[in-house]
């Protein structure tokens, strides 16, 4: 069983920073991409940042410049530091993976989620 464990979020102010964590744990093969998304209520879920096995990273245009995402492969753990909040960062916040299991000797890639981590940037 492949879970997702995240920590990090809760209560900042504007301006304020909040390091989210995200670890996978079970039986893994690989890694390829993982991520950050987040849903602020009435919204839909979006894309905040990911990074992929080798190092690369993709920020939606909303965040580029204050948030930072990275990973340790060895840990299977991924980071997003998020630095000068605004209120428009408030949202619940889900770190996802592409997972690749050994089931049978075939190598079987999965879609996986945190139970997501609440950011609130309020004053």
């Known amino acids: 069983q492949v879970q997702l464990v995240e920590s990090g979020g809760g209560l900042v102010q504007p301006g304020g920073s909040l390091r989210l964590f995200c670890a996978a744990s079970?039986?893994?093969?690989?890694?390829?991409?993982m991520g950050w998304y987040r849903q602020a209520p009435g919204k839909q879920r979006e894309l905040v940042a990911d990074?992929?096995?080798?190092?690369?990273?993709n920020y939606a245009d909303s965040v580029k410049g204050r948030f930072t995402i990275s990973r340790d492969n060895a840990k299977n753990t991924v980071y997003l530091q998020m630095n000068s909040l605004k209120p428009e960062d408030t949202a619940v916040y889900y770190c996802?993976?592409?997972?690749?299991?050994?089931?049978?000797?075939?190598?079987?890639?999965?879609?996986?989620w945190g139970q997501g981590t609440q950011v609130t940037v309020s004053s």
């Open positions: 996802h993976a592409d997972i690749q299991r050994e089931i049978r000797r075939a190598v079987v890639s999965g879609d996986y």
């Open positions: 079970g039986i893994i093969f690989s890694i390829n991409v």
């Open positions: 990074i992929t096995s080798g190092g690369s990273t």
